[in-house]
């Protein structure tokens, strides 16, 4: 079959036969000179003697840990379950740290730094006399950095992922970071809870180490990762303070020295069958619309062409069938009990490529055929979908010529086809400072817009898309209404928000020319979205247009290089030099 043809093509061998000697680390400590002495001196300070340095890999523990991630706080006991495994199997392990990037504790955004952090993991890997490298990731940017980072260096490669949160609790109510974080701040907003009965949450709301617990980006990167083949078994979903996560790090410390023998190289992994397994996986999980960004951005580090229309033609055939928070009810936890990633794949198998292998040197189709669904209302027949077709839509017309996502299985039906009038915004500061006015002209009908915050207007394409819900409606009652903007939203949050609307707004694009009053039309059936004003009239707008503010960042250091080669979303929002 054509895997088989292709491992064959490849000299690669899945038995485990070895294939290659361990070139980079061989020649870095076996050397007889002065170079060499200094670098086994290096490892013999470190307690290591010559057995465990010569003949035998090097694995690289490219660890994402910090304090100021609370996600990847517990990464370093992963990391010692790791080398646990490299030297069972017969390897000798480097642990080493590379830039973590959380979303709680950075300023402007972790997107501005992630492809800053791509290109630690790519130098370091590169850098470091090591044969083979195991990625512990976790917080939403942290992986798809580290893989695109991986892909460049390509070196055999395994993600160990640090896994969801265990889940909230709260008087008696089971919590999602931070989908119920926004659920209760909107209710604190129309005057439903208190003050008190919010702040009780903070305690409540993440209960151990490890990612968000529903379907946000950090759970999306981690199923597609397992789905795209890139993780062992169960990656994706075991809790991350869970024991058998410490045996799946022993597991992945064993597999890395293998593949280091086998030759397996992270390139073999990121092939079109990989990538439509991992859309797959990201359309029926209901996932995170920013899991399509990074996804373009690491096919970019390949020779894999995908783009926007890729996306729409497997949501549209792909159900959404997992019931998670924030299309559906359930947690992490719950879809590791149901059966996990695999379970998932079993149920989608006449939708993916079977005879794709995996970092486990098992193939997908026998991974399926030794799964198990354990709960038929977390992981659902395609019969009894959440959503009958995939959770995100890649929208075009002339408010967003190089497209915009819509997270479907998170909106509003009625919103599916919809024409309302634009209520403009042109800063986060300014909605903020505006959206609970009582007076506003509002209503549920309106289309609210947010501009400059894309890729460069926004300094990283901030997670400021979930725009607040104006209180004068909120009073009303009303709980959803259309927003737009060139922004992100973070995957835990949930409503009718069309967002990567292309060009940006800050460079120009049509959501530059929007003003109040003009009506937008948006038609998911049609999958179009458009400015309904005359072409004149937008010529006009768009001559009298007067330049942006200057970022103050873009004028030295990281921000100059970001602000001359940062792409747009379409393109994944990498910079431009780091495209295969």
């Not at 490849?10 to 485990?16: L, V, W």
């Not at 294939?19 to 061989?26: L, N, T």
């Not at 979303?103 to 402007?108: A, D, K």
Request: charged share 25%; hydrophobic share 35%; net charge negative.
């Amino acid at each position: 079959d054509f895997c088989d043809s292709f491992y064959y093509h490849s000299g690669i061998n899945i038995g485990g036969e070895k294939m290659a000697k361990y070139d980079k680390s061989e020649k870095w400590f076996g050397e007889k000179n002065l170079e060499g002495f200094l670098h086994r001196s290096g490892m013999k300070a470190q307690g290591w003697p010559d057995n465990m340095i010569k003949d035998r890999p090097i694995i690289g523990i490219a660890n994402s840990f910090s304090e100021a991630v609370h996600c990847n706080s517990h990464l370093r006991n992963l990391a010692e379950h790791v080398k646990k495994g490299v030297i069972a199997a017969g390897g000798t392990p480097i642990e080493f740290p590379v830039i973590s990037l959380g979303e709680f504790f950075l300023t402007p955004t972790s997107m501005y730094l992630r492809n800053q952090m791509s290109i630690d993991v790519e130098e370091m890997i590169k850098g470091l006399p090591i044969d083979g490298v195991v990625l512990l990731s976790g917080c939403d940017k942290t992986t798809p950095a580290m893989l695109m980072g991986a892909a460049s260096a390509n070196i055999p490669t395994i993600l160990l992922p640090g896994g969801p949160s265990l889940r909230g609790d709260w008087k008696g109510q089971e919590l999602g970071s931070c989908t119920d974080c926004r659920r209760f701040w909107t209710e604190l907003r129309a005057g439903n809870i208190t003050q008190d009965d919010y702040d009780s949450m903070e305690e409540s709301i993440y209960r151990s180490p490890g990612h968000c617990m529903v379907a946000g980006t950090a759970s999306t990167m981690s199923v597609i990762s397992e789905a795209m083949g890139l993780t062992l078994k169960g990656a994706a979903s075991i809790p991350a303070v869970d024991s058998r996560r410490l045996t799946l790090s022993n597991k992945t410390g064993q597999r890395i020295v293998e593949m280091v023998n086998e030759n397996i190289k992270i390139e073999n992994f990121l092939k079109k069958e990989n990538f439509h397994n991992g859309i797959s996986a990201l359309m029926s999980f209901g996932g995170s619309t920013n899991a399509i960004i990074h996804m373009l951005a690491i096919a970019g580090r390949t020779d894999v062409n995908i783009d926007l229309d890729d996306f729409n033609t497997i949501s549209e055939k792909t159900p959404v069938i997992v019931n998670l928070k924030p299309a559906g009810e359930m947690l992490m936890e719950d879809l590791h009990y149901a059966g996990g990633v695999s379970g998932i794949l079993k149920n989608i198998h006449d939708l993916i490529y079977k005879n794709v292998y995996t970092v486990s040197g098992e193939k997908i189709s026998k991974i399926i055929e030794e799964s198990e669904i354990y709960n038929e209302d977390v992981i659902r027949e395609k019969s009894k979908a959440i959503n009958s077709e995939g959770s995100i839509s890649i929208l075009k017309g002339s408010l967003a010529p190089n497209g915009a996502v819509i997270k479907v299985a998170a909106a509003s039906k009625k919103f599916h086809e919809h024409t309302g009038k634009a209520l403009v915004y042109n800063s986060a500061e300014e909605l903020s400072d505006n959206i609970d006015d009582p007076n506003l002209d509002v209503d549920e009908n309106t289309i609210l817009i947010l501009r400059n915050n894309g890729p460069i207007g926004g300094q990283g394409m901030p997670e400021s898309g979930f725009l607040p819900i104006p209180k004068k409606l909120l009073d009303m009652g009303v709980r959803d209404i259309v927003r737009i903007s060139d922004a992100r939203m973070s995957g835990t949050a949930f409503g009718t928000i069309i967002l990567h609307v292309s060009p940006e707004s800050y460079v120009g694009g049509p959501l530059s020319l929007v003003e109040n009053g003009d009506l937008i039309s948006i038609s998911l059936k049609n999958k179009s979205l458009d400015l309904l004003v005359d072409e004149d009239v937008l010529k006009q707008r768009k001559s009298d247009l007067k330049n942006n503010y200057l970022i103050n960042d873009y004028k030295r250091g990281y921000g100059y290089i970001y602000q001359k080669h940062i792409l747009q979303a379409e393109e994944g929002c990498d910079f431009d030099f780091l495209k295969r």
